[in-house]
């Protein structure tokens, strides 16, 4: 359950970022998520992609570990992410072609990791997408705070330049007289 130590774990933070693991090979599936654990991630487990998607169904995790081959197809799983969620998406695949990266960074992938792999070369490149998925998220808000501070000065200047307008009118004086009886209001 959510936040339950592990045999041999510590217990993993209840707002700690949360890691899905879906591959039909227990093996990898088991060696990948005590990997994550380890590192302080909350691992969810699937074997096929219809199983990974109804895990998504409530809440996208931050980072997706996907097989490109278990049943259902990872670039499903990964497709169906990218739709809804900005979560760093890392596949794992036996196959190492350029057509088979070029579909997997088609249906959304961040990273393609080729088996056999080192497992600390993976949990590098899994907090290396963490660590540009959370900068991008900063960008993202500092983006939309500077957006509505523009918005208030826009504001501000459209209000302002409409009472220098009416004094203009009221009291038929220039624009610069208008705007220091204003100011001194």
């Known amino acids: 359950s959510r936040g339950d130590p592990l045999p041999g774990h510590a217990l993993v933070s209840s707002d700690a970022r949360v890691a899905l693991v879906a591959d039909d090979d227990a093996e990898i599936r088991a060696l990948v998520s005590l990997r994550l654990q380890r590192a302080g991630y909350r691992v969810v487990e699937a074997g096929d992609a219809d199983t990974a998607i109804r895990m998504i169904g409530d809440r996208a995790p931050d980072?997706?570990?996907?097989?490109?081959?278990?049943p259902g197809g990872g670039l499903e799983v990964a497709a169906r992410l990218r739709e809804h969620s900005e979560c760093a998406i890392v596949m794992l695949s036996a196959l190492g072609g350029a057509g088979d990266l070029r579909r997997a960074y088609d249906a959304g992938a961040d990273d393609y990791v080729v088996k056999p792999f080192h497992p600390s070369e993976l949990t590098a490149r899994v907090r290396v997408h963490l660590e540009m998925s959370r900068l991008r998220e900063e960008l993202l808000a500092a983006s939309a705070?500077?957006?509505?501070?523009?918005?208030?000065?826009?504001?501000?200047?459209?209000v302002t330049s409409r009472a220098v307008g009416l004094l203009m009118a009221a009291h038929r004086v220039d624009a610069d007289t208008a705007f220091a009886q204003l100011s001194a209001m």
């Open 63 to 70: 980072v997706a570990v996907l097989d490109v081959m278990m």
């Open 145 to 158: 705070h500077e957006a509505a501070s523009l918005r208030i000065a826009l504001d501000t200047r459209s």
